[in-house]
C-alpha cells in the first residue's frame, strides 16, 4: 500500500468541529501572546524600573549608615530608637523572602528589588524582609560602631503597585479578544452550515435554495461552485426525466398498434396459447414502460398534504387480498403528517409487489414510531439475501439472484422506493427478519416542514 494511499490519522486530543478548533487555536494564540507580553514587561519595563528603585534606596541607606556613624554614640542611639533600631534581627525573619505562588509577580518584585539591593549595598548592610501585617525591610546599618537593625518603609516600586492593574487589563483585553474571535467564527460558520443543509437537501432529493454569495470570499466561492453544481443536477435530471418519459411515451405508441394489429391479424379459432403468451409478452413490455414512467417522476412536483398512513396501508392491503395476496397487518396508531400521497403509495405498492413475487409467504406489514420517525416494514418469509447484496438492490437496474427467475421487471423497483423516500427525507434499509425472511424497512420524518 503507497503512502498517498494511507488514511491519515487524526489526532485524538483535537476537537472535531472546525468552530471549536480555530476557538480552541485563538485561545492558545491569544495566551501566547500575553506571555511574550508579559515577559516584555517584566524583563525590559518592571525590572529596569525596580533597579533604578534600589538604586535610590541604597543611596539613602548609605547615607542613613554615615549619618548614624559621624553622630556621637548617645545621639547615635537615641535616632537608631527612633527609627525603631534593635540590636539583634527578628527572629522571625529568614534570610531569603518567603515566596508567594497566589501573589507570583509581587513575590517576583519583592525578589528582584531585595537582590539589587542587595548588590548596590556594602556586605555588612545585611537586607532581610518581613511579611505579615505589614511589610518592612530590615537593613543592618552601624550606631557607634555596633550593628543595630532599623525598619524602613518601602517604596511603591518595590510593592508591585503598578504591575496588578496592567495585568488585570492584560487579562480583560485578552478574554475580549477571544470573545471577539468566537463571534466573527459563528459568522464564518453560518454560511457552512447552511451549505451543509443544502447539500442534506440535495441528498434528499429536493431542489435547495441558492446560496447567498455576498459573503467573505472564500465561502462565496464555495457557495457559486455549489450553486453551480446544483444547478447541473436539476437540469440533468430534468433531462433525463425528459428522456426517460419521452422514450416510454414513443415506444407505447407502436405497442398499442401492435396490440391491435395482433388482435385483427390473428383469425377466430387460432392457437389460444400463443395469443395468450404474445399478450403477456406485451403486457411485461407495458410493465417496462411503466416503471421507466415512474422512474422519471418520482413525485418531486406532487405536493404534501396530511394523511393517515395506516388507512393508506389498509386500502392496500384490502386490494392486494381482492387479487389473493392475504397480508398480515399490525398498524400502531401512528399520527397525522405531511406526505406525498400518490408517491407514497407507488412506494408501498413495489414494496408488497416484491413481497409478493420474491417472497410467496409470510407476508406482513407493521407500523410504529420511533423518535420523531413513522417506520413502515413490508415483510416476508422468502429466502434470506445476503447483506451486501441488499444494497445494491437501490442501485437502478440492478436485480438480486432471485430475481433472475422472474420476468417483466427492470430493477428499477427499489430504486424508485429509495428516491421516494429519500424525497420525503426518510430513509431504506433492508434487514432479516426474526424467525427467518426479510424486511423492508422505511422511515419517514413525522415534522418534515419542507417535504
Not at 515566596?99 to 518584585?109: A, E, L
Not at 411515451?249 to 390473428?266: S, V, W
Not at 429466502?383 to 451486501?388: F, K, M, P, W, Y
Request: one cysteine or more; proline letters at 5%; a neutral charge.
Amino acid at each position: 500500500m503507497s503512502d498517498t494511499a494511507r488514511p491519515r490519522r487524526r489526532l485524538g486530543w483535537l476537537p472535531r468541529s472546525l468552530l471549536a478548533r480555530n476557538i480552541a487555536l485563538l485561545v492558545a494564540l491569544v495566551a501566547l501572546t500575553q506571555v511574550c507580553s508579559f515577559t516584555v514587561l517584566l524583563h525590559f519595563v518592571q525590572r529596569p524600573r525596580i533597579d533604578r528603585a534600589a538604586i535610590i534606596f541604597a543611596d539613602y541607606v548609605k547615607t542613613l549608615d554615615s549619618v548614624l556613624v559621624a553622630m556621637p554614640p548617645d545621639e547615635g542611639r537615641a535616632a537608631a530608637a527612633r527609627l525603631g533600631g534593635q540590636t539583634e534581627a527578628p527572629a522571625h525573619l529568614g534570610l531569603e523572602p518567603t515566596p508567594s505562588p497566589v501573589r507570583f509577580f509581587r513575590t517576583w518584585q519583592r525578589d528582584v528589588f531585595v537582590g539589587a539591593l542587595r548588590r548596590y549595598l556594602p556586605l555588612y548592610m545585611q537586607v532581610r524582609w518581613q511579611t505579615g501585617d505589614g511589610e518592612r525591610l530590615w537593613i543592618r546599618v552601624r550606631v557607634a560602631g555596633d550593628p543595630c537593625w532599623i525598619a524602613l518603609p518601602m517604596t511603591e516600586d518595590a510593592q508591585a503597585s503598578g504591575i496588578t492593574t496592567t495585568l488585570a487589563l492584560s487579562l480583560g483585553l485578552a478574554l475580549l479578544a477571544a470573545l471577539t474571535g468566537y463571534l466573527i467564527q459563528l459568522h464564518l460558520n453560518r454560511p457552512l452550515e447552511d451549505l451543509a443543509q443544502a447539500a442534506r437537501r440535495v441528498s434528499g432529493g429536493e431542489a435547495p435554495v441558492a446560496l447567498p454569495t455576498d459573503g467573505p470570499t472564500e465561502i462565496a466561492q464555495v457557495s457559486r461552485a455549489f450553486n453551480q453544481m446544483t444547478e447541473a443536477l436539476q437540469q440533468a435530471e430534468a433531462t433525463r426525466a425528459l428522456m426517460l418519459a419521452g422514450v416510454s411515451h414513443d415506444i407505447r405508441t407502436p405497442l398499442t398498434k401492435l396490440r391491435l394489429a395482433m388482435a385483427m391479424a390473428i383469425p377466430r379459432g387460432a392457437d389460444e396459447s400463443f395469443v395468450a403468451s404474445a399478450e403477456n409478452y406485451l403486457d411485461h413490455i407495458d410493465t417496462i414502460l411503466q416503471q421507466f414512467m415512474d422512474y422519471a417522476g418520482s413525485g418531486e412536483r406532487e405536493l404534501a398534504q396530511p394523511g393517515d398512513l395506516d388507512a393508506l396501508i389498509t386500502q392496500l392491503a384490502a386490494d392486494f387480498a381482492g387479487l389473493g395476496h392475504e397480508f398480515e397487518l399490525s398498524l400502531g396508531r401512528m399520527p397525522v403528517f405531511a406526505y406525498r400521497p400518490v408517491s407514497l403509495m407507488r412506494l408501498l405498492m413495489n414494496l408488497m409487489q416484491n413481497a409478493i413475487v420474491y417472497g410467496r409467504t409470510g407476508l406482513a406489514v407493521r407500523t410504529w414510531t420511533e423518535g420523531d420517525y413513522a417506520c413502515v416494514a413490508v415483510c416476508d418469509r422468502g429466502s434470506a439475501i445476503a447483506a451486501d447484496e441488499l444494497e445494491k438492490l437501490k442501485a437502478p437496474f440492478s436485480r438480486g439472484a432471485n430475481a433472475r427467475t422472474h420476468s417483466g421487471g427492470t430493477g428499477l423497483g427499489l430504486a424508485i422506493v429509495e428516491r421516494i423516500a429519500r424525497l420525503h427525507g426518510g430513509s431504506l434499509q433492508f434487514r432479516s427478519r426474526e424467525g427467518g425472511g426479510l424486511e423492508a424497512l422505511v422511515s419517514l420524518p413525522l415534522n418534515r416542514q419542507s417535504a
